[in-house]
């Protein structure tokens, strides 16, 4: 089926700890996004890749890095994690820049 | 700066009509997206306006006035499954979304 999936569903973490978020699209979308969603707030972006081989920063990038070695795989690394990196991570693609974007099932992510 | 405003909160009857409305001020307007969210899952697509007027899709349509900064999503007869969260957002000069915190609609029997 096609879509994308995220890995893993749910992770505790202790602070200070490195993790990687995978990201994984069969769709062949050449945009893809990280996403972060905290209560209260609006989803906030942040980082983003227009086409494979690019990256660029979104509203809220600092602690976090991705790559985009090829068009299926998107990760999202925390160097060091910290508690304020407690949420819930959306991965999500488009074809380009300007029609909709298709959401993975997110990861809940606990930094303690 | 940019904002997105929407209701927290809403709550409709099975049956009936909701409008959820949402304004926003943004850097540069490239169209306004509508999401449905059902609780732990991810974000669904709705609707999509970039022209002012009305976009009807079955029991959802959604209105978009640029000049007033504004747009609405309205639900028709309410099932019991539409209760979710509706995301607002729109994309900025960037090509960026820019999201709404989102409306949590409540459906009653």
């Known amino acids: 089926i096609a879509g994308i999936t995220q890995a893993p569903t749910s992770q505790i973490l202790a602070a200070g700890r490195r993790m990687t978020l995978r990201c994984t699209q069969d769709?062949?979308?050449?945009?893809m996004y990280w996403y972060r969603q905290d209560l209260g707030l609006g989803l906030r972006l942040i980082h983003y890749?227009?086409?494979?081989?690019?990256?660029g920063k979104g509203e809220v990038p600092d602690g976090y890095s991705v790559s985009r070695a090829n068009t299926d795989d998107f990760p999202l690394t925390l160097a060091s994690a910290v508690p304020s990196q407690t949420s819930v991570y959306f991965c999500?693609?488009?074809?380009?820049?300007?029609?909709?974007?298709?959401f993975g099932p997110g990861t809940r992510l606990t930094v303690l | 700066g940019q904002n997105i405003d929407q209701p927290t909160e809403m709550t409709a009857t099975e049956g009936a009509i909701v409008q959820i409305n949402c304004t926003y001020q943004t850097s540069g307007f490239n169209g306004l997206f509508w999401y449905q969210q059902h609780a732990g899952e991810a974000p669904t697509f709705l609707s999509y306006?970039?022209l002012d007027g009305l976009e009807e899709k079955g029991r959802f349509s959604s209105f978009l006035s640029r000049s007033k900064g504004y747009s609405y999503l309205l639900l028709k007869e309410l099932q019991m499954k539409d209760s979710a969260s509706y995301l607002c957002?729109?994309?900025?000069?960037?090509?960026?979304?820019?999201w709404g915190a989102g409306t949590k609609l409540i459906i009653k029997p």
């Open positions: 769709m062949r979308h050449n945009a």
């Open positions: 999500a693609s488009s074809e380009g820049t300007s029609v909709e974007q298709f």
């Open positions: 306006n970039v």
């Open positions: 957002a729109v994309r900025d000069s960037n090509y960026q979304l820019i």
């Open positions: 890749s227009n086409t494979a081989g690019t990256t």
